[in-house]
């Protein structure tokens, strides 16, 4: 059972960067791709970013391209996710997931098999 536990959430002003933090356990040595979705009040949990197991891939929504980059330890258990020129729609529950496949990511309908409990990113203006 992979397990996912997110840090590095807080209150920032518009502009301000943030990093989160996800460390993963459990058997994640199987090539797992791991991204983070965000969920703001009243909307649907989007996808933000991903990164392939291997992290020459990465894969970013049109929102944040740009401003926040993905990555991943060298021993593949922490992702993280910079977060630079906060503006104050970033504000929302950020969720690091884990999926054997990118389309559990992507793809209408799918979602990735494991989620952590969120952390929250708030900008004020």
């Known amino acids: 059972q992979v397990q996912l536990v997110e840090s590095g959430g807080g209150l920032v002003q518009a502009g301000d960067s943030l990093r989160l933090s996800c460390s993963t356990s459990?058997?994640?040595?199987?090539?797992?791709?791991m991204g983070w979705f965000r969920q703001a009040p009243g909307l649907e949990r989007e996808f933000v970013a991903a990164?392939?197991?291997?992290?020459?891939?990465?894969y970013y929504a049109d929102s944040v391209k740009g401003r926040f980059t993905i990555s991943r330890a060298t021993n593949k258990s922490t992702v993280y996710l910079q977060m630079n020129s906060l503006k104050v729609e970033d504000t929302a529950v950020y969720y690091c997931?884990?999926?054997?496949?990118?389309?559990?990511?992507?793809?209408?309908?799918?979602?990735?098999?494991?989620w952590g409990q969120g952390t929250q990113v708030t900008v004020s203006s």
């Open positions: 997931a884990a999926d054997r496949t990118y389309s559990a990511f992507r793809i209408k309908g799918q979602r990735p098999d494991y």
């Open positions: 990164i392939a197991y291997s992290a020459e891939r990465t």
């Open positions: 459990g058997p994640t040595d199987g090539g797992y791709y």
